[in-house]
Structures are given as structure tokens and as C-alpha cells.
């Protein structure tokens, strides 16, 4: 069964650090484009950081400088570290795999982790 599944997420202050990693399972992710997503309550799912099939990165403009998105094939593992995280940042997180998409730098997901809560608070 192909899969996605998250850790890392949790309580921070703010102006802490945490690394949500993507662990595949079932297939690999190597010619797809992968991506983390945040929702908070009451607003909309939104791409964070994302990086093609052809290797281009993107970042959000309030996450750029402060998060970055890398993977490890041979670990089947993509992450997000993030740091300086600061209360807006507030948001159940996924991650996902998919194919390329025409409407923007993230991609159209095929597949979708579970989702991990990171609180900043102090």
C-alpha cells in the first residue's frame, strides 16, 4: 500500500525550531514533484514549499529564509525544517507527492500524509 506518513510536528515557542519529515512508503518519490502544505483553522490549505520533478524549489513568501524543504532518496524521506516560528505559523502541516502541476509550483497531490499539528506558542 503506497503511503505517506509524517512526524515531527508540536507545541514550540516562538522563535523555535522543529523538522517535519515525509517518510514514503510503497513507491518511491523520485520523479515526482513533493511539497509541504499547511491549513489553519478557518482558512484554506496552502503550498509552502515545494520542489518539482525537475528539481525546482519554491517557498512561500512568509516561510522563505525561514523554512526549507530537502529530501533523501535513499531514505525514501522528504522534511521541512522550520525555524523562527512564530504564532501564525499555527497549522495542521502535510505533505505530498504528486505530478507537476500547470496551475503552480506545488504539486497536484497523488498521494497525502496524514497531517502533523505544530503549535507556536509560548
Known amino acids: 500500500e503506497a503511503q505517506l506518513v509524517e512526524s515531527g510536528g508540536g507545541l514550540v515557542q516562538p522563535g523555535g525550531s522543529l523538522r517535519l519529515s515525509c517518510a514514503a512508503s510503497?513507491?518511491?518519490?523520485?520523479?515526482?514533484?513533493i511539497g509541504w502544505f499547511r491549513q489553519a483553522p478557518g482558512k484554506e490549505r496552502e503550498g509552502l514549499s515545494c520542489i518539482s520533478s525537475s528539481g525546482s524549489t519554491y517557498y512561500q513568501g512568509s516561510v522563505k529564509g525561514r523554512f526549507t524543504i530537502s529530501s533523501d532518496n535513499a531514505k525514501n524521506t522528504f522534511y521541512l525544517e522550520m525555524k523562527s516560528l512564530r504564532p501564525e505559523d499555527t497549522a495542521d502541516y502535510y505533505c505530498?507527492?504528486?505530478?507537476?502541476?500547470?496551475?503552480?509550483?506545488?504539486?497536484?497531490?497523488?498521494?497525502w500524509g496524514q497531517g502533523t499539528q505544530v503549535t507556536v506558542s509560548s
Open positions: 505530498a507527492v504528486g505530478e507537476d502541476s500547470p496551475l503552480g509550483p506545488c504539486p497536484d497531490p497523488v498521494y
Open positions: 510503497g513507491f518511491t518519490f523520485n520523479n515526482y514533484a
